[in-house]
């Protein structure tokens, strides 16, 4: 059985940094493609970014991208979203998701309720201040 945790949400003010991590356990964890999430209060959730199985490739949705960083460290079993610039807009809840038979690629663009049926953690609140 997959299980991933999430950490390093807080709050910060706008202009400020954070680093999520989420670490994973119970399967092999660098075969598998992982992505990252978020869910704002009274919205969808939507795709942040995802990273392949070899760290070669890496995907972001617009609204973060040149601000956010993905990587991933698969002797820990452990990914990690380095958000910088970090904005109000970016408040949400970060799961990360572990999804086989995925694509990074595939993460970034097929509609998240799709993954809802795969290996979600349990989020970690991110808020931004102005």
């Known amino acids: 059985q997959v299980q991933l945790v999430e950490s390093g949400g807080g709050t910060v003010q706008a202009g400020g940094s954070l680093r999520l991590s989420c670490a994973a356990s119970?399967?092999?964890?660098?075969?598998?493609?992982m992505g990252w999430f978020r869910q704002a209060p009274g919205k969808e959730r939507e795709f942040a970014a995802a990273?392949?199985?070899?760290?070669?490739?890496?995907y972001y949705a617009d609204s973060v991208k040149g601000r956010f960083t993905i990587s991933r460290a698969n002797a820990k079993k452990t990914v990690y979203l380095q958000m910088n610039s970090l904005k109000p807009e970016d408040t949400a809840l970060y799961f990360c998701?572990?999804?086989?038979?995925?694509?990074?690629?595939?993460?970034?663009?097929?509609?998240?309720?799709?993954?809802?049926?795969?290996?979600w953690g349990q989020g970690t609140q991110v808020t931004v201040s102005s």
């Open positions: 998701v572990l999804a086989p038979g995925r694509t990074a690629q595939a993460m970034g663009v097929i509609p998240p309720s799709i993954l809802i049926p795969f290996h």
């Open positions: 990273i392949s199985w070899s760290a070669g490739s890496t």
């Open positions: 119970g399967r092999t964890f660098s075969s598998y493609a």
